[in-house]
């Protein structure tokens, strides 16, 4: 079992920043693929930002060169860099954990982009 809890949401305007934080626990060590995904109103769940063990990092077009995905093993911590946002980021954003045993989801974050 694997236990994921985001943090870091809020309001921002357009052209900010935030960070979102993923604190993960349980079965940690099983942890191969960490990710972000995203679901604004109305629109299907996609991917933001993909991070392994054995591959590089990797982005949807739509947030490359603006967000950066970061792993802390020291602190089993998933981390989401968000600079230049637009009101198109406005979404619910998901941290993803994929093992061995299944696929875990956490609760969300909502993060909104609006002057």
């Known amino acids: 079992q694997v236990q994921l809890v985001e943090s870091g949401g809020g309001l921002v305007q357009p052209g900010g920043s935030l960070r979102l934080s993923c604190a993960a626990s349980g079965s940690i060590f099983s942890l191969n693929v960490m990710a972000w995904y995203r679901q604004a109103p109305g629109k299907r769940r996609e991917l933001v930002a993909r991070i392994t063990r054995a591959t590089p990092t990797d982005y949807a077009d739509s947030v490359k060169g603006r967000f950066t995905i970061a792993r802390d093993n020291d602190t089993n911590t998933l981390y989401l860099q968000m600079n230049s946002l637009e009101p198109e980021d406005s979404a619910v954003y998901y941290c993803?954990?994929?093992?061995?045993?299944?696929?875990?989801w956490g609760q969300g974050t909502q993060v909104t982009v609006s002057s």
């Open positions: 993803y954990a994929l093992t061995p045993a299944g696929d875990y």
